[in-house]
């Protein structure tokens, strides 16, 4: 089973599923886990319910993407909460240590540590002002950056970007 709080370690994964180990193996150590596809021609992935922890693989059933979308999670980064943080507040640490954003449609990435960080609005209203705003919401890493040249590419031909 997967637990919380969750470390990410760029390049490798989580301690609980790194990249390049078998679905058979995460399979027999994290328990329940329904199997959906995404996108029609995908390859399935395997969503670890109630963390809310998605792996996907490669045709050698091999993890290459492991995506948190889950609320209640805390996860970290080196000594940086991610999940459920105000984006701000997390660019700034990021920054801080190096790593500029590249931001396409509300989602920030980092392609040297290979994360993706999504953003949602949210008005929590109540005391803490500070938390209104984007929180980040849905967590990704990925061994290695693959997809932002093409996304920012298809937004200039779009003339979005």
Do not use: C
């Amino acid at each position: 089973m997967l637990e919380f709080p969750i470390r990410l370690m760029p390049g490798v994964g989580i301690e609980a599923a790194r990249f390049g180990e078998s679905r058979v193996e995460h399979r027999a150590a994290l328990g329940d886990f329904e199997l959906f596809v995404r996108r029609p021609g995908d390859t399935s992935a395997d969503i670890y319910v109630p963390s809310m922890v998605v792996l996907e693989y490669d045709e050698n059933n091999r993890l290459v993407y492991l995506q948190v979308a889950n609320n209640r999670a805390t996860v970290y980064w080196d000594d940086i909460q991610l999940s459920d943080e105000p984006v701000e507040r997390v660019r700034a640490a990021m920054r801080a240590r190096g790593h500029e954003p590249v931001t396409v449609v509300g989602v920030d990435f980092y392609p040297k540590l290979g994360l993706r960080l999504g953003v949602e609005w949210t008005d929590l209203g109540g005391p803490d002002e500070d938390r209104e705003g984007d929180l980040v919401r849905e967590i990704s890493l990925i061994q290695e950056e693959t997809e932002l040249e093409g996304l920012q590419r298809k937004l200039r031909e779009q003339g979005l970007a």
